[in-house]
């Protein structure tokens, strides 16, 4: 059970608009990290991160509240890495190794490039994709570090990519 929550699903405004401005996506990318950076800071990994598990609502004042949704497949850091959406779920999952954060971020990574570009990073990031979306150099490194095959080249977890996005110098502050 859950509370009724009256909005729209981010993979709906991925569909309806292609890619995003500047502003809206790291609008929406903070409030991402925000939510899943407190789930691993309690330890918690959400294995099931994908646009059409976060639900944008309007708040007054805002023009996307983000609420991450489906924790049903959650697990903590020493679980098994079983059970992701195939499409979002990190390169070193295939291996069936321990549930880690950085599964998180990779899944996170994909959904950013989603948002950002209206198209599925494929496993072969194309930086082009990303550039053509008009993203400066900082937010394509940024997407780009998230999707590193390896683990040890992402963030640790959603904190550190969120502090990390705070620090770039993008739009967004409204």
Excluded: C, W
């Amino acid at each position: 059970i859950m509370e009724s929550v009256d909005g729209y699903r981010l993979d709906t405004l991925i569909k309806r608009s292609g890619h995003i401005d500047l502003d809206t996506f790291v609008v929406i990318a903070r409030q991402m990290l925000d939510a899943v950076g407190e789930a691993h800071e309690q330890g918690i990994i959400h294995r099931d991160l994908k646009p059409s598990n976060i639900m944008l609502t309007t708040r007054k004042g805002m023009p996307y509240y983000v609420k991450v949704l489906d924790f049903g497949l959650a697990g903590l850091v020493s679980e098994n890495a079983r059970g992701m959406t195939a499409g979002y779920f990190a390169p070193e999952a295939r291996e069936s190794r321990t549930l880690t954060a950085a599964m998180d971020v990779y899944a996170l990574g994909v959904s950013l490039h989603r948002l950002a570009t209206g198209r599925h990073p494929s496993r072969t990031p194309d930086p082009r994709r990303l550039i053509r979306a008009g993203l400066p150099t900082e937010a394509i490194e940024f997407i780009q570090r998230a999707l590193a095959p390896d683990p040890a080249e992402r963030f640790a977890d959603a904190r550190a990519m969120l502090d990390a996005l705070q620090e770039l110098p993008l739009a967004g502050e409204g």
